[in-house]
């Protein structure tokens, strides 16, 4: 299963090529570098060179992929915490970052998240990074999920799924039927996700910035 996945995955090489550079571009913007990035090169190629090899040096590669990953993730998630900024900001642009993310719009993805964030004045870095809950290694079963949400509120005939295009322009090449559908699963999936994101995020902050308080003050605190 995991090498079909690869396999699809390695179909949208086109797609993420553009998806790819975006991300450059929002990472020189925004200060980002090497955690989104670093965490895409990754994930595509171990998905590249899983195929072909042996049991033993499979697991290797896996056990080596997900330290990466964790290792991106936890950045990420300090870059989060640290931002000087206010909780609400923070977590308002994280929403809108998943909110995108989870709408059918690649490879555009990063830059509707940061013009949103502008326009409602929330930051810009946290709606970056939260485009990435659809990512290189996801993507195929994010957009399957939508795509079947969307078809049971979208009436008409079905136009089916092509894992290997998901880019926008190839969604408006099959016909705007398909776009609707997946636009509809991504708009009833997105909101929830992104407002449950706005909570925990901003929850997230307020008890990071507490504690950080509480060890300044206790450290700072004269000895009697």
Not at 113 to 140: D, M, Q, Y
Request: one cysteine or more.
């Amino acid at each position: 299963m995991l090498v079909r996945l690869g396999e699809l995955v390695l179909g949208l090489d086109p797609i993420f090529i553009v998806h790819q550079n975006m991300f450059f571009f929002t990472d020189t913007l925004c200060g980002l570098q090497g955690t989104e990035y670093a965490l895409y090169e990754s994930v595509v190629w171990c998905m590249y060179v899983y195929q072909g090899r042996s049991s033993s040096a499979k697991g290797d590669m896996m056990h080596a992929l997900w330290l990466r990953v964790r290792r991106s993730l936890r950045l990420a998630y300090l870059k989060v915490l640290r931002i000087k900024a206010s909780p609400h900001s923070i977590a308002l642009g994280m929403a809108v970052g998943v909110f995108v993310g989870c709408l059918p719009v690649i490879p555009f993805q990063t830059v509707i998240a940061l013009s949103l964030a502008f326009v409602l004045r929330c930051n810009k870095i946290t709606a970056a990074l939260g485009t990435w809950v659809s990512n290189p290694a996801n993507v195929v079963v994010v957009y399957y999920f939508l795509y079947r949400v969307g078809s049971l509120v979208v009436p008409g005939p079905s136009q089916g799924f092509d894992p290997a295009h998901l880019a926008l322009t190839d969604m408006l090449a099959v016909g705007w039927q398909l776009v609707l559908i997946m636009s509809a699963g991504g708009i009833i999936i997105g909101i929830p996700a992104a407002m449950l994101t706005y909570v925990l995020t901003a929850r997230m902050v307020q008890v990071y910035r507490a504690r950080r308080a509480a060890r300044r003050l206790k450290h700072t605190t004269p000895t009697k």
